[in-house]
């Protein structure tokens, strides 16, 4: 056990958790925070290395992502959250539902994959870190925005491809690297997905290229109490491209969420 685990929680969840995706900031949950109709807390933070946050000294790891990710959802005075986390944001999600279960009181998986990386996806990571690093430049991973977006959202919302691309700019190179050497080392965590035993949604774009449906049906397969969403027209960045029914899907578990939390008995 660690020192913010808070597995004996049982309580109500009193904040939504938002964890971005790569290489990205909080930014890409403006507009689905927007369509909520929760009156919980929302708290969207940069994970490490990217947007606001500091490159963490150590080992790049999503288990370190997770820890932060807790001490802040604690240091805001939350005992119990909702967590939805979108591709990269995904994998830190798991790892929080692993190492901080009690925290987690419901969980949404948008666009993500509960399995870890092949030989050769962890080889391009290391070779992009590489490349972002000794250039000094995030050139290198701009050419993901076009596998990001859906053709249809582009088409719809031709200003999408110029904002995404606007916020990798602003990262920082290092970050960047430090985000991809965390992916490549995280391991498979669909079984924490089977013993998972709150509820969980599983979002997906329809023509997500990144994480396929394929994915999508795996991880709502393994959990016990799973809800598979898949959105119409939308690509990898489904919340950002298709808020509202994302955002729709993250009432539905924070409802399912609020009716599986014990009731504490009613003082006479
Ligand atoms: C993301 O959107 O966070 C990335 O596609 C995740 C990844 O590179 O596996």
Not at 145 to 162: C, I, M, N, Q
Not at 216 to 234: C, F, I, K, N, R
């Amino acid at each position: 056990m660690n020192d913010t685990d808070t597995s004996s929680s049982t309580g109500p969840a009193t904040a939504l958790v938002l964890l971005h995706g790569f290489p990205l900031d909080h930014r890409m949950w403006d507009d689905l925070t927007g369509s909520l109709a929760t009156d919980l807390q929302v708290l969207a933070p940069d994970l490490p290395g990217l947007g606001g946050a500091a490159v963490p000294d150590g080992e790049p790891s999503v288990d370190r992502s997770a820890d932060e990710v807790a001490a802040l959802v604690e240091a805001a005075g939350h005992e119990r959250v909702v967590v939805a986390g979108l591709s990269m944001g995904g994998y830190v999600a798991l790892a929080l539902a692993e190492r901080h279960p009690g925290l987690v009181a419901g969980l949404a998986l948008v666009d993500t994959k509960s399995t870890a990386d092949e030989e050769a996806a962890r080889a391009n990571r290391e070779r992009v870190a590489d490349e972002v690093e000794s250039s000094g430049s995030v050139e290198a991973v701009l050419g993901m925005v076009a596998s990001l977006l859906s053709d249809e959202s582009v088409r719809e919302r031709p200003d999408l491809p110029s904002i995404v691309t606007g916020w990798i700019r602003e990262q920082q190179p290092s970050g960047i690297a430090w985000s991809q050497r965390a992916m490549a080392t995280r391991s498979d965590r669909s079984d924490v997905l089977a013993d998972f035993d709150g509820p969980l949604v599983v979002v997906v774009g329809e023509d997500d290229t990144i994480t396929p449906l394929a994915a999508a049906q795996h991880m709502a397969s393994t959990a016990p109490d799973a809800e598979l969403v898949t959105v119409p027209g939308a690509g990898h960045l489904s919340a950002l491209e298709a808020p509202g029914p994302v955002a729709a899907a993250l009432d539905r578990l924070l409802r399912r969420a609020a009716e599986a939390t014990p009731q504490s008995p009613e003082t006479p």
